[in-house]
């Protein structure tokens, strides 16, 4: 007698069983933030010591935000990275849904990158991020 397969509700359950991961080593990853004028991604290749908090502060270097970001969390399940900012991620992303998209979405890629996701699932002190021109309920894939 095999395994009982009977659909999604088998990859589902999957997924809530694997394994929360909170432990990372560090490597090279792919750095994404935006131009002086918000039009384009600019890359850069960069070491990172594993911890998020770690590629929050190269992406704040490199200009991805106005000002400090704190990381309250975060763990990996599965292919998605769940990561809690403190208010300061709101703060950095205000100021138009050019710079929102920015901020959010280089943030979201540069995690991918360095944590070898598919999707980053945002929230800010414990509750979804929803903002002025988009809702992150959701897990956010790459975006180009």
Do not use: W
């Not at 929050?56 to 769940?82: A, H, R």
């Amino acid at each position: 007698k095999g395994p009982v397969t009977n659909g999604s509700d088998d990859a589902t359950e999957t997924i809530q069983n694997e394994e929360k991961v909170y432990s990372f080593e560090g490597g090279v990853g792919t750095f994404y933030y935006p131009d002086d004028i918000y039009n384009d991604y600019l890359t850069v290749e960069r070491e990172f010591d594993g911890t998020a908090q770690n590629v929050i502060d190269i992406l704040y270097e490199l200009g991805n935000y106005s000002e400090k970001i704190t990381v309250n969390s975060y763990y990996v399940q599965g292919n998605t990275m769940y990561i809690d900012f403190g208010l300061s991620l709101i703060q950095a992303a205000h100021g138009g849904s050019a710079k929102e998209f920015f901020v959010i979405l280089g943030t979201c890629n540069t995690l991918i990158s360095c944590f070898k996701v598919k999707y980053v699932r945002f929230t800010v002190e414990g509750n979804d991020l929803v903002t002025a021109h988009a809702d992150y309920t959701e897990p956010v894939p790459f975006k180009e």
